[in-house]
C-alpha cells in the first residue's frame, strides 16, 4: 500500500476506485463501503484508494470539541493495509481547506490530481464549503467529469448500527465487549515500554508502563482489563490498569501491564496491546496485601477468560 500525507504529494496516474471520509476505527460499519471500493477496484482494473484527513475536521473547525480518536495514524494505516487497500491518501485538514468550494474539490483534486474514475460513499455524505454539496450533486459532478457515483444506501449501513461516536461512547464507559464489537477487532493501544516506579516486580507483579505519545488517542475508563501483545512474534497474556495506583498514592495516570509467563528487558520497546476484556474499576485498597490479594484473583479471572 503506498501511503502519501497530501493529495499535493500524490504522484500516481492509475485511475481509482476511491472513498472519503475520517473512518475513525475502521469499524465494521466502515468496512462495508472499504470492501466494496477495493473488491470494485480489483473487477474494474482500477487501483483502490481512500481519501482521510487529519486531523480530525472536528478538531480544527470546532476549537472546544476535545474529540479523542480510536485510532492513531499509524493504526489506521495498519488496518487499511490489511485489508488490501492500494492507495491511502491522508490530507492535513485545515480552515483553508475546508472553505474549498465542492467544483474545486471534485476537479481540482479528486479528478485532476486523484484520477478518480469511481466514487464509492455514503448515502449521507456531504463535502465542500459548509458541507453544502451531497450525493446529487456528486452525481451531477460525475456526469461533467467523467466518473461513475455509488451509493451506499442507507438500510445497508444503518442495519449495522455502528458508529465512531458510540464506540468512543462504550470504551469512555468501560464497555471493552460493546466497542469491540463494533470495531469488529480489539481495541488496540500503542506506545513504548518506559522504566516505572517498578513497584508491581516489588510484590511480584512487575508491570510494563507503556507511553502513549498521541495526546489525540482515546485512553478507555481507568480500570483493570484483560489484554494480549504479540511480543518477539510470540502472543502474550496479560492484564493492565489504567489509571492512579491509589493505593499507593500515584499522583499521574499511568497505563501498565502485567505480562503472563513472561519474562525479558521490554524497555524501550514500541509494543501494541490489544483490550479484550474488562476485570473491574480501579480501586483504593487498605493496603498493599490486599492490593496484592486482588492481583491475584484478577489472574485468575484472566486466565479463565483467556483458557474459554
Known sequence: MITVHSIHKHNQNDAVAITIGTFDG?????????????????????????????????????????????NTI?????????????????HPFTKDFSRLSATEFVRDLL???????KIIIGYDHRFGRNRNANITDLIAFGNTFDFEVEEIPAQEIDDVSVSSTKIRKALEDGDIETANNYLGYAYMLNGTIQKGKALGRQINFPTANIIIAEAYKLIPKNGSYVVKSSINGKTVHGMMNIGFNPTVNGQEKTIEVHYFDYEGDLYGQKIQVDLLARLRDEKKFDSVDDLKNQLAKDKEKSLQFISR
Do not use: Y
Not at 46 to 69: E, N, Y
Not at 76 to 90: C, S, T
Not at 111 to 117: A, D, F, G, R
Open 74 to 90: 499509524e493504526e489506521k494505516n495498519a488496518i487499511l493495509k490489511e485489508m488490501g487497500l492500494d492507495i491511502l491518501v491522508i
Open 26 to 70: 475502521v469499524h465494521i460499519g466502515h468496512r462495508k463501503i472499504l470492501e466494496r471500493v477495493i473488491n470494485h477496484a480489483k473487477e474494474s482494473g482500477l487501483k483502490s484508494a481512500v481519501l482521510t484527513f487529519f486531523p480530525h475536521p472536528r478538531m480544527v473547525l470546532q476549537k472546544d470539541a476535545d474529540i479523542k480518536l480510536l
Open 111 to 117: 479528478v485532476n490530481k486523484l484520477k478518480s474514475k
